[in-house]
């Protein structure tokens, strides 16, 4: 009988954290948001039971725990560490998305542009050019609206805007420095509008008679003041900037409504003497098409004066941390708030051109008398007024064309209009205000730049940035004193349109990368309209300012430079993560299609290192002539035995400790019960298609005269695996050995060696500790190697005793393109008689420089053949001593039986067989000791085992050929096919 289901009261139960089973098992968890919300601030991620504990929890244990527990649910006990539930007057604000957004875009669209720019652009580009470019301005905010839609529904946006969506989206490289870029414009539009409202309570305060220094101080003054204010009202909390907004909104509000009454109402002559008619047709008509005046009066001039007036869009979303959903509220806020205002824009310049003359000159005087016309000129002459003298003589100061006021002239009561100025030029500052501390404090808090990070802590039950915000204000401060901004003006466009590109860009990127992680719920958006939105953005840049936008690009690359050369440690699943990876599998399956070359052959590494960090020496060896240039992967096989004691994580701080190495490799554990059954199976699957591994590298096993018969027969089954895989093979022996810690017990591969001197014995056994712990202590003790040394004028000895194919050549020639090996003279040594020394040298210098090989120095040996001295031959006798069988001393036992004791011995007929190899072994090795004492590398033809060598003979072979050298040895061997060749095709 099944467990019956929970009753709904159950169901629904309390707020408390109640974690219910499956109907699999007890353990067993139902899905929870809980277990998903490792994004949600001050929030951990609970976690889930563990596969292991799901395997292992008996039925006995499942039943057990279904009669403690009563019901379906579990004890509690990974809670989230919740806050008791808040008090209402302690909660935050937050903030919907009319008052959150839309109010917010709208003020900070509608700025001093549209009261005192706007007549002056619809008088010179008339009301159809002026309602393309506003057209034109609108097309590129709201395709950068539906990107940022977009993008703030592709999941849950916290605190930063702009900053914080292009970041997450295209990586820290390029969210680092327009969040850099778009904090600073934020607060130089800041300093812009209250400069604006700072000239317009100068101007009033002229035209009453009234200075407080002089014109350009009095700005300075009033902007410092009103600046201060603005600033007491944001540290006062987002409460008081909301309802402070809300005033402005209302007043902007009065002012339109005051605008539109005015136009209907009959104009007095005052009105008629400034130009304004009421409704025309003839003036429609007249003002339709353009009349272009002075150094602005071309069509793109014209399009940058009133560009910035759209930079508003993003206010909404750069308070997305304030916002109860901003999911919706930014959507929804953004979009509506571009709707009104182009429509107001749009009613304001048609209704401006429809009412009001280009050119009026204010004097009541000129009013016709009767009906006499003669020289008359304008189409104020049918309107009864003669406006012929200031229009010739270019002095005309009212007018469509000539006066910035005359939206308030226009409207029904003028001072609404001032005040409509006074709203629209402080509510923008403030909102610029709030914005750029929002989005620098998310910057900050990602650590991606220094010296930045004191900005970052944030105060209250809204997190306020109360640092940021002084450091707003004094750059505010800095920019009003200068009181002359134009050029910082043309600075700020172009920030703002590089922040549109690149929000558009953020979309494009991440639609046309198929990431399974791409899931936005806004669905009314195209990548083809956001590349469209980047694209025409970045054009916008360039015609407007050229020189702006060549600063701004500047800029933007060089903090992108500097971010890209740190690699901040973050981890935000950008596109750009997502993109590396569909090119990287494009190319690997492209490549899977290209057949083998010996012209493009590249030494494609395994590397059994065990764990990268225990043997630095291997890492950095075969790092140095396959970075940049071929595939490594370091194999670390796990014996069966040692799996549970092997960190589950182990593979990402490895990884780090890799990176942070900077070498270029992957990392592939794999558990078996011996090195060679893990070789075997590294060799087969490692790799991808092409990016396929043809090299096995191993550590030489100096340890095998100590290590048990059966390890030894694993080795050279391994190196014979790798033969039988048609691999190439290469050894390297260190004179201290490998591993750098011999306390590793259950980490180090015990096919390879024990330490023979161990370089670091401070280090503790990694037994109790954690992963964590362990990354630690690896990332903060990278111990050199001798191969991350300049290697000076040293010499590469290469003794290319067997044709291997060009392999034993290629290494040394991919290590002297490094620059701690430039300077290495790489020596040939093969070997030869005395009587063709000179002609065998020669055929070899020519073979090498048909190989385009720079290597001139070929020495040949012509006393290989000779007799070792009997001390090193008797060396080597007494070193395989312990491993002969001696069957012709032991009478009356067969060598059957002896063999099957023991089949990894060598026996008096194998060994009197192979003696003249062994001894041509110990001769080679007197000469590489002869020449190659000072040498930095010295790399030696490794000898193909045979069939019929016992393991233990062979091991010995190895041993001999490089024991007794102070550098770092490697025996090397190709697969027999050519890796370098002389021909072009």
């Known amino acids: 009988m099944g467990r ?154 916290t605190s930063g805007g702009a900053y914080f ?29 209250t400069v604006g409202f700072a000239e317009v309570v100068s101007d009033l305060l002229q035209e009453y008679g009234v200075t407080i220094v002089d014109p350009i101080n009095d700005i300075r003054i009033v902007g410092i003041v009103t600046v201060t204010v603005l600033l007491l009202i944001s540290l006062a909390g987002m409460e008081w900037e909301s309802k402070t907004q809300i005033l402005f909104f209302i007043i902007l509000l009065i002012s339109f409504s005051n605008y539109l009454v005015g136009t209907v109402i009959p104009p007095s002559e005052e009105k008629q003497a400034k130009g304004i008619f009421g409704y025309r047709s003839e003036i429609f008509v007249q003002n339709l098409t353009p009349d272009w005046r002075g150094p602005q009066g071309n069509f793109f001039e014209l399009f940058a004066i009133f560009f910035p007036s759209a930079i508003g869009i993003l206010s909404g979303a750069n308070i997305s941390g304030d916002l109860k959903d901003p999911a919706t509220a930014i959507p929804k806020g953004t979009l509506m708030a571009i709707f009104w205002t182009t429509v107001s824009y749009l009613v304001i310049s048609v209704t401006a051109g429809a009412c009001v003359l280009r050119d009026a000159s204010g004097n009541i005087t000129d009013i016709l008398t009767g009906n006499i016309t003669d020289g008359c000129v304008g189409l104020g002459c049918e309107l009864g007024w003669n406006f012929t003298e200031c229009i010739q003589t270019q002095t005309c100061e009212y007018g ?158 060089f903090l992108f430079g500097y971010v890209n050369y740190n690699k901040p440690k973050v981890n935000w699943g950008s596109s750009v993560q997502a993109g590396t990876y569909n090119m990287a599998l494009s190319y690997s399956v492209a490549l899977s299609g290209v057949e083998d070359h010996v012209k493009n052959f590249r030494p494609q590494c395994l590397v059994l290192t065990g764990p990268p960090n225990q043997r630095p020496a291997l890492v950095d060896f075969v790092a140095s002539f396959t970075k940049h240039t071929s595939l490594m992967i370091c194999g670390n096989i796990i014996m069966a035995q040692d799996r549970q004691s092997h960190p589950q994580d182990a593979t990402d701080w490895l990884l780090k400790w890799l990176n942070k190495r900077k070498v270029r490799s992957f990392y592939t554990p794999f558990t078996a019960d011996s090195l060679r059954l893990g070789a075997r199976h590294l060799l087969q699957a490692s790799g991808l298609g092409k990016l396929k591994s043809n090299t096995l590298v191993l550590g030489f096993k100096a340890n095998w005269r100590d290590s048990s018969p059966e390890s030894i027969e694993d080795y050279i089954n391994t190196i014979n695996d790798t033969f039988d895989s048609n691999f190439c093979l290469c050894i390297l022996r260190m ?55 300049d290697q000076g004028k040293k010499t590469i000895d290469v003794y290319w005793i067997a044709d291997d194919g060009g392999l034993t050549l290629l290494v040394p020639y991919l290590l002297t393109r490094r620059k701690h090996w430039h300077r290495s003279k790489v020596r040939v040594f093969i070997v030869g008689d005395e009587q063709n020394m000179e002609e065998g040298r020669n055929e070899m210098i020519a073979l090498l420089k048909r190989f385009r090989l720079d290597f001139n120095d070929v020495i040949v040996m012509t006393d290989s053949e000779r007799r070792p001295h009997d001390k090193n031959l008797r060396r080597f006798v007494d070193s395989v001593a312990p491993f002969r069988l001696y069957d012709e001393e032991n009478e009356g036992v067969s060598i059957q039986e002896l063999r099957q004791s023991a089949p990894w011995k060598i026996s008096d007929k194998e060994f009197e067989a192979f003696k003249l190899k062994s001894e041509r072994k110990v001769r080679l090795n007197e000469i590489i000791r002869r020449n190659s004492q000072h040498a930095a590398l010295v790399l030696v033809s490794l000898p193909v085992p045979h069939s019929d060598c016992p393991s233990a003979l062979y091991m010995a072979w190895l041993d001999t050929l490089t024991c007794g050298l102070h550098c770092p040895a490697v025996l090397i061997r190709g697969n027999q096919q050519n890796v370098l060749t002389y021909y072009c095709q």
């Open 4 to 157: 019956p289901l929970p009753s709904v009261s159950e169901r629904q139960g309390s707020k408390m954290d109640v974690r219910r089973s499956s109907l699999y098992s007890t353990l067993d968890l139902v899905p929870q948001l809980e277990h998903y919300a490792r994004s949600l601030p001050h929030h951990r991620m609970k976690s889930r039971p563990s596969l292991e504990a799901l395997r292992r929890a008996s039925d006995v244990e499942v039943e057990k725990t279904t009669t403690d527990s009563g019901d379906c649910s579990l004890p509690v006990t990974d809670t989230v560490n919740e806050e008791p539930q808040a008090k209402d007057d302690k909660a935050p604000v937050r903030f919907g998305w009319v008052t959150g957004v839309m109010v917010r875009c709208m003020l900070n669209i509608w700025g001093v542009i549209l009261f005192l720019r706007l007549s002056l652009i619809t008088s010179q580009a008339g009301i159809l050019l002026t309602w393309l470019i506003i057209l034109m301005s609108v097309t590129v905010t709201s395709v950068t609206a539906l990107s940022i839609s977009a993008i703030a529904t592709n999941g849950r946006v």
């Open 400 to 557: 469509l064309a000539n006066s910035s006021k005359l939206l308030g002239q226009l409207s029904g009561f003028y001072h609404l209009i001032t005040a409509g100025v006074f709203a629209a030029s402080l509510s923008s500052a403030l909102g610029f205000l709030v914005s750029a501390p929002k989005v620098f404090q998310c910057l900050c808090r990602d650590n991606i730049y220094p010296y930045i990070g004191f900005f970052a802590k944030g105060y209250g039950k809204n997190d306020e940035p109360l640092r940021a915000y002084l450091l707003c204000y004094v750059i505010a401060i800095a920019f009003i004193l200068i009181a002359e901004l134009n050029t910082i003006a043309a600075l700020i466009s172009n920030f703002f349109l590089c922040s549109y590109s690149l929000i558009n860009f953020s979309c494009f990127h991440a639609s046309i990368t198929n990431s399974p992680g791409w899931r936005p719920s806004f669905h009314y958006y195209s990548k083809w309209t956001a590349l469209f939105g980047a694209v025409i953005s970045v054009v916008l840049m360039f015609l407007f300012t050229w020189w702006a936008a060549l600063t701004t690009l500047c800029i933007i690359f």
């Open 735 to 789: 004179m201290d050995g490998l591993d750098i810690s011999d306390q590793f017990h259950s980490e180090v591969n015990q096919a390879f060696e024990h330490d023979e001197t161990v370089e670091n014995d401070d280090q503790q056994s990694p037994e109790g500790e954690s992963a964590d712990e362990l990354s630690d202590k690896d990332d903060s003790d990278q111990i050199k190697t001798v191969f991350q040394n």
């Open 165 to 193: 969506m292009i970041s997450r989206s295209l990586g820290p490289e390029i969210g680092g420095p327009i969040g850099m870029v778009f904090s600073f414009a934020n607060a130089l539009a800041c300093a812009l509008n």
